[in-house]
């Protein structure tokens, strides 16, 4: 899906994520729940939070995605959709993701993902978890 959205961006040899990201790459969560990380730096820590993810959410597949040109460059901005389920919980996890990505030289230098934490919530924690969450936050009066 990367290779589709930024495509000669990339260095040709890149096939897989990693292969894209540069070694000081940083990617940024803006919108992660408290105890997910929301700032890696560097291939090394990247990966590792990727080896864990797979124990968090089983992907199925991931939806076509929307490529918008910037004034630079350098700049992509990506909006995409991923579906799967949590592994312990067995809760749907479809996403919406749009993604703000640098790259130099072939490659990612930095990618900030914004997506929604209710979703990741009910895959990680269940439905009554987030549910309790809204109803608790309803009493504005």
């Known amino acids: 899906m990367l290779r589709k959205a930024l495509g000669n961006r990339l260095a040709p040899e ?11 790459g ?4 803006p919108y992660s729940p408290p105890g997910l990380a929301t700032r890696l730096e560097g291939k090394a820590a990247i990966a590792q939070h990727l080896e864990g993810l797979a124990d968090m959410i089983a992907f199925d597949r991931m939806g076509e995605p929307v490529i918008h040109a910037t004034a630079d460059p350098d700049v992509t901005i990506v909006e995409f959709e991923g579906f799967g389920r949590g592994v312990t919980t067995g809760e749907s ?3 919406r993701y749009i993604s703000v990505i640098r ?3 072939g490659r990612i230098v930095h990618y900030r993902d914004y997506w929604n934490p209710l979703v990741v919530l009910r895959a990680l ?6 549910d309790a969450l809204c109803e608790g936050g309803s009493d504005h009066g």
């Open 103 to 105: 790259t130099h030289a």
């Open 125 to 130: 924690r269940g439905s009554a978890v987030v």
């Open 93 to 95: 996890y479809d996403q």
């Open 26 to 29: 940083v990617m940024e969560f």
């Open 14 to 24: 890149a096939a897989t994520f990693l292969d894209m990201l540069a070694d000081d």
